[in-house]
């Protein structure tokens, strides 16, 4: 009997061990919950800010940037089927068409020389104005016959200024052509030989292979209308009003959606 009533204790002690064993067990893997601490409170806080502080995004359609160094049939299709439409009326002729578009909506690059009066003329003075840039050769004989009316827009210069350049001209065959040709003593001229820079301004930056070339600017720094030949003051008129008017040409540019904070602005391109 001694010796099964210590089986018997054996026995005991294994079940009561079990016991023990599964209660450490429960004590090991059951985390008790704990209040949060100040620190967490802070990171909740902190989240939470981070969620009212971010800025609410809309949708806009901004208008596509045009490549300009693209050929001018791609440029074309940057443009609605209205601006294309405006586009043709303007420009019947193939080359005044393609230079047409690779320059409207450019920004006029800048520039900077003195007059034939020693006075020097740069594209600041003309930052929020409207002006016209008249590229012309003293041996031309469609510039010739284009002056008088350049001469008529020239009177009223303190609307829309003209500024006349001659990048491949010598100065003394400019000033006897323009003396010949009865212009103001005036007029703004820039002249080739003494004006590097307006050299490279026409036949690099601005690709002017005809003359004469009217660029009209307007007041944001682009360009918005080119003419290339003669024209009269009627149909100069009409280009006044599509370069410096409400709708101008590069206002027809298709438009893309994009994502932009609310409180974002956007500026033209």
């Known amino acids: 009997m001694k010796q099964y009533g210590h089986v018997k204790k054996i026995m005991l002690t294994g079940m009561l061990g079990a016991i023990v064993l599964s209660g450490a067990g429960c004590t090991t893997f059951q985390k008790k919950e704990q209040a949060p601490s100040d620190n967490d409170s802070h990171q909740v806080a902190s989240v939470d800010k981070v969620k009212e502080e971010e800025p609410e995004v809309e949708l806009k359609e901004v208008p596509l940037v045009v490549d300009y160094t693209k050929s001018a049939t791609e440029i074309l299709a940057y443009y609605t089927e209205e601006g294309m439409s405006r586009f043709k009326l303007s420009y019947p002729d193939t080359y005044s068409m393609e230079y047409a578009l690779k320059n409207i909506g450019r920004k006029m690059p800048s520039f900077s020389g003195k007059d034939l009066n020693g006075k020097t003329v740069s594209s600041k003075d003309f930052e929020g104005k409207?002006?016209?840039?008249?590229?012309?050769?003293?041996?031309?004989?469609?510039?010739?016959?284009?002056?008088?009316?350049?001469?008529?827009?020239?009177?009223?210069?303190?609307?829309?200024?003209?500024?006349?350049?001659?990048?491949?001209d010598d100065s003394k065959e400019v000033k006897a052509y323009r003396k010949k040709t009865k212009w103001s003593?005036?007029?703004?001229?820039?002249?080739?030989?003494?004006?590097?820079s307006i050299k490279n301004l026409a036949i690099k930056e601005l690709s002017v292979e005809t003359v004469p070339t009217l660029l009209f600017v307007d007041k944001s720094g682009r360009i918005s209308y080119i003419n290339i030949g003669l024209t009269d003051d009627m149909l100069l008129n009409d280009m006044k009003e599509k370069a410096f008017g409400s709708e101008k040409l590069y206002d027809f540019v298709k438009k893309e959606v994009v994502k932009v904070k609310a409180d974002e602005e956007l500026s033209k391109q």
């Open 130 to 168: 409207s002006y016209i840039v008249n590229v012309s050769k003293s041996t031309c004989e469609v510039c010739t016959e284009l002056a008088p009316v350049i001469q008529n827009l020239e009177k009223n210069a303190d609307e829309i200024p003209v500024i006349n350049m001659y990048p491949i």
């Open 185 to 196: 003593h005036d007029s703004l001229v820039l002249v080739g030989d003494e004006n590097k």
